[in-house]
């Protein structure tokens, strides 16, 4: 079973659609994060959420918005998509213990491209 | 803020030792990660270091020196499979875990 599962892998939409990706995982993780990888492969914090709580939000268009239904599901969406939101974005999980390797795992990531 | 550094791009020899260097410059400390990451793929975690010192497994170590804000990453009899990006990673407050830009390491034959 895959751990940190997101669907879809691959998305191809116009500009000023809208769009969502859904992001689970099976492992009783605590947190969960959205990482957006760009183009020069720079992989960047977005969103973190800890048992369905918003902890994180770095400067992110208010065109993103996640929603946490329950703790093992973080998913995304996107409003009146751009040319510079195509990127890899990437579903993760921690389980946040004082003291101890919070290793991360990540899903396999979506493919995002905006044509 | 966090800040981290690493160089973008290393080429070593197959059967060699390479060093991947990253510093940083955090506000809150609680461990710092490596990954690594093959063209196309998910990030892979490789190694976690929250006390000073060399945490050393199989042909991978890792050295974290909290007071200098430097880790470094070594990998030992170097494989052609070895062709990745190595991303340094730093755990802030609040679980936000920060990623560095990426080294891109090149095993050449």
């Known amino acids: 079973d895959t751990a940190v599962s997101q669907t879809p892998k691959y998305l191809v939409t116009q500009m000023g659609n809208d769009k969502s990706i859904k992001c689970e995982q099976n492992l009783g993780h605590d947190t969960m994060y959205w990482y957006k990888q760009d183009s020069k492969k720079f992989l960047k914090i977005m969103f973190s959420y800890n048992n369905k709580e918003l902890i994180i939000n770095e400067t992110v268009p208010n065109r993103f918005s996640p929603k946490s239904p329950d703790k093992a599901h973080l998913n995304l969406h996107i409003n009146s998509l751009e040319l510079g939101d195509s990127a890899v974005y990437f579903c993760?999980?921690?389980?946040?213990?004082?003291?101890?390797?919070?290793?991360?795992?990540f899903g396999e990531g979506s493919w995002l491209t905006v044509v | 803020g966090q800040n981290i550094d690493q160089p973008t791009e290393m080429t070593a020899t197959e059967g060699a030792i390479v060093q991947i260097n990253c510093t940083y410059q955090t506000s809150g400390f609680n461990g710092l990660f490596w990954y690594q990451q093959h063209a196309g793929e998910t990030p892979t975690f490789l190694s976690y270091n929250v006390l000073d010192g060399l945490e050393e497994k199989g042909r991978f170590s890792s050295f974290l020196s909290r007071s200098k804000g430097y880790s470094y990453l070594l990998l030992k009899e170097l494989q052609m499979k070895d062709s990745a990006s190595y991303l340094c990673a730093v755990k802030g407050g609040y679980q936000k875990v920060t990623f560095g830009t990426g080294t891109k390491l090149q095993v050449i034959p």
């Open positions: 993760a999980s921690s389980q946040d213990r004082q003291g101890l390797g919070n290793t991360i795992y």
